[in-house]
């Protein structure tokens, strides 16, 4: 049986430190620029350290907006497995161990040992396409929120009495770009779909879910992409829901203390929001969503809370879909009241 070697790696986005845990101790390594070189270097210093050559790396790191993703395609082209673990989970694993120092040495050092002796599951790599269109997702949000930002402050700047010609003639310059900017992301977006049947499939099934349509079935999709690559394909419906922070947050505390459960917010906010307007959209429909939130409702449950049950029951019957690669059906689905909230 071979032994693993973990290499915990804190990724900014010039550099990286890494650290190697063996045994009871950790080592650091370096501090490497987040290249090529870096990487290649890196890889000398782990050979150098392994003590059998059927010794398995394992590169344990957390993600940091995309700054590691070179790291983490270098690392599927050598052959080591990666592990993605919760931050909440690695902060959690720190304070048992009574760490208080935070450092990127220590951070990476911290990462090796959690890897060492938590074992996490290493994360299949997402497929090119899924890769590409996740990144054409992320750029199409920047955009939008560039957007926003520009357009309120034309209105701000339109509302004053003896506004600057040449500073909205800017705004409205930087907004037609962003406009053509957008448009050319959302060509690529659907001549990618257009040129992969089994997206456009998946696309399609998706869609006939309640609460899923034309502007949160691509971020869904990706989602359950990034799911099944994370748990191997093992992950259950339950630890998706706490993966995009869905799940229930009880507050009790011995017989005097308690408080409304609430959801964690532990996962993906921007993956929250798509689910949660796409619940306030689907239950205005004649479907199995709105009988579902108006039964929450007429048992007396807030409607906030009714509508962040629908998000939670969006997501449980897209992820059915999408793992059973079938159409929805409401009659293989059940639609009892969730404990979600």
């Known amino acids: 049986m071979s032994t693993k070697l973990y ?3 804190d990724v900014a986005q010039a550099k990286f430190d890494a650290a190697v845990w063996q045994g009871s101790a950790g080592t650091a390594l370096n501090t490497f620029s987040n290249t090529t070189a870096g990487f ?28 590691e993703l070179g790291l983490v395609a270098f690392a599927y082209a050598h052959g080591w497995p990666v592990c993605l673990p919760n931050p909440k989970q690695v902060r959690d694993f ?57 357009s309120n402050r034309l209105i701000g700047f339109q509302q004053r009495p003896r506004p600057a010609q040449a500073v909205i003639q800017s705004l409205e310059r930087t907004i037609a770009a ?36 034309e502007k949160n079935v691509l971020p869904i999709l990706v989602l359950f992409y990034r799911w099944r ?11 998706l829901v706490a993966f995009v922070g869905l799940d229930p947050q009880p507050y009790d505390s011995g017989r005097s203390v308690h408080k409304r459960a609430t959801i964690s917010k532990m996962g993906d906010r921007s993956v929250r929001h798509y689910l ?15 009988s579902f939130y108006h039964r929450l409702v ?16 969006i997501l449980i019957w897209a992820w059915a879909v999408f793992s059973q690669d079938v159409d929805f059906d409401p009659s293989r689905f059940p639609q009892e009241a969730t404990a979600a909230i």
């Open 94 to 150: 720190a304070k048992s161990r009574g760490r208080r120092a935070k450092t990127d040495a220590q951070d990476a050092l911290l990462l090796a040992q959690f890897g060492a002796e938590q074992q996490p599951e290493p994360q299949q790599e997402l497929p090119a396409h899924i890769q590409e269109l996740a990144e054409l997702l992320h750029r199409r949000e920047d955009l939008q929120q560039l957007k926003r930002s520009e």
């Open 276 to 290: 949660y307007m796409g619940a306030l959209g689907g239950v205005r429909g004649k479907n199995a969503l709105r």
């Open 178 to 213: 962003l406009d053509a900017e957008l448009a050319a992301i959302e060509q690529a977006i659907d001549d990618l779909i257009k040129r992969d049947p089994d997206l456009k499939r998946e696309v399609k099934r998706l869609r006939s879910v309640p609460g899923v349509g």
């Open 7 to 9: 290499i915990g790696a």
């Open 229 to 239: 690559a994370r748990t191997a394909g093992r992950g259950t419906p339950k630890g």
């Open 298 to 313: 007429s048992r007396g449950k807030a409607k906030r809370l009714a509508l962040v049950a629908a998000a939670h029951k």
């Open 40 to 67: 290649e270097q890196l890889a000398e210093r782990v050979l150098a350290l392994l003590p059998t050559a059927d010794t398995q790396v394992v590169l344990v790191l957390e993600p940091t907006g995309g700054y």
